[in-house]
């Protein structure tokens, strides 16, 4: 076991983990934080999203021991209701809510792109996000939401 100090959405958390323990089942398990979704658990489907030091990651992947000092971002330190992020809203407007299972990831992947390009073209967008898979409908309205926050300036950084 090993002990370490990891930032979630704003927060210290001090955690003592098992050396096997993915940065999802900590999230999940350990914060109740369900946000990030437990998909494929390979790195293949992006269900599990998370902005770990200012970079979208596979939180599947990724072992919570070596975090130490980190800083975590999920879904739900993005906003929430009467506070939601620009992005959040975005998708709202743009009807690009879908299913729980892939919607987070797509709003940090979205958060993510638009911290690191303000101004994404929509072939950038597309590409971005090709990583978070959904099998039910199309990806048209989740890039317009992006787009929309990108070309109005909403974003708050
Ligand atoms: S659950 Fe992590 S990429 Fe699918
Ligand atoms: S996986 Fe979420 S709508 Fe398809």
Redesign the pocket.
């Known amino acids: 076991m090993k002990t370490i100090t990891l930032k979630v959405n704003g927060r210290e958390e001090k955690l003592t983990l098992a050396p096997h323990r993915t940065l999802?089942d900590v999230l999940r398990e350990d914060l109740g934080l369900t946000g990030a979704?437990?998909?494929?658990?390979?790195?293949?489907?992006?269900?599990?999203?998370v902005i770990l030091n200012g970079k979208p990651v596979?939180?599947?992947?990724v072992l919570a021991v070596e975090l130490n000092g980190a800083e975590v971002l999920t879904v739900e330190g993005l906003g929430g209701p009467g506070a939601l992020d620009p992005l959040q809203q975005a998708f709202i407007d743009h009807f690009a809510l879908q299913c729980g299972y892939c919607t987070p990831g797509m709003l940090l992947m979205g958060k993510a792109l638009l911290a690191q390009n303000p101004r994404p073209s929509e072939d950038e967008v597309k590409e971005y996000i090709s990583g978070n898979l959904c099998r039910c409908t199309g990806y048209e309205n989740i890039v317009k939401a992006i787009m929309a926050v990108a070309a109005g300036g909403e974003q708050d950084g």
Not at 37 to 49: M, S, V, Y
Not at 58 to 61: A, E, Q, T, V
């Open positions: 999802l979704k437990r998909g494929c658990e390979a790195g293949e489907c992006g269900a599990c999203t596979n939180s599947c992947l």
